[in-house]
């Protein structure tokens, strides 16, 4: 009979010290799964002719950019930029109706977008024609 009871204590103790190594072993794996971050950046994103430049126009009042030549919106999603068909919160056609500046820089607006916005702040609007400016083809004096 002690053999049994034995056996049966083995048992447990074998199942509880297994079930431990299982639960530690699922714990360590989790720290190698990627950030929700780094998943909600990686979206497909249509690539233009690999010798066409990349070209921006600048929607101060939305902080967004629209690259003409790959025809995706840029933007800050929180922390992350993403790039998208269609503008967030708003119709393409009312931002492209929008106070805009076409950028003269032909890589990521990431990386100009610190002064991009010191220059073109969000309420920014393009300059008015001067009243005592002469129209095309008057003579200037």
């Known amino acids: 009979?002690?053999?049994t009871s034995a056996?049966?204590?083995n048992s447990f103790i074998g199942a509880a010290f297994g079930s431990t190594l299982l639960?530690?072993?699922a714990c360590s794996k989790t720290e190698t799964l990627p950030s929700p971050t780094a998943v909600a950046?990686?979206?497909p994103?249509?690539?233009a002719p690999?010798?066409?430049l990349d070209d921006y126009d600048y929607?101060?009042?939305y902080e967004t950019y629209y690259s003409r030549n790959r025809h995706e919106y840029v933007y800050r999603d929180n922390n992350a930029w993403v790039r998208r068909p269609q503008p967030r919160g708003i119709s393409a056609d009312i931002l492209l109706a929008a106070p805009s500046v076409r950028l003269d820089f032909h890589d990521s607006p990431e990386r100009h977008h610190d002064n991009v916005v010191r220059s073109y702040p969000h309420d920014w609007k393009r300059p008015e024609a001067k009243a005592d400016d002469k129209k095309d083809g008057e003579k200037r004096e």
Do not use: E, N, T
Request: proline share 5%; net charge positive; glycine share 4%.
């Open 41 to 43: 950046a990686a979206q």
């Open 59 to 61: 929607f101060p009042g």
């Open 50 to 52: 690999a010798d066409a």
């Open 7 to 9: 056996s049966r204590r």
């Open 45 to 47: 994103v249509i690539q």
């Open 1 to 3: 009979m002690k053999s």
């Open 23 to 25: 639960l530690a072993a």
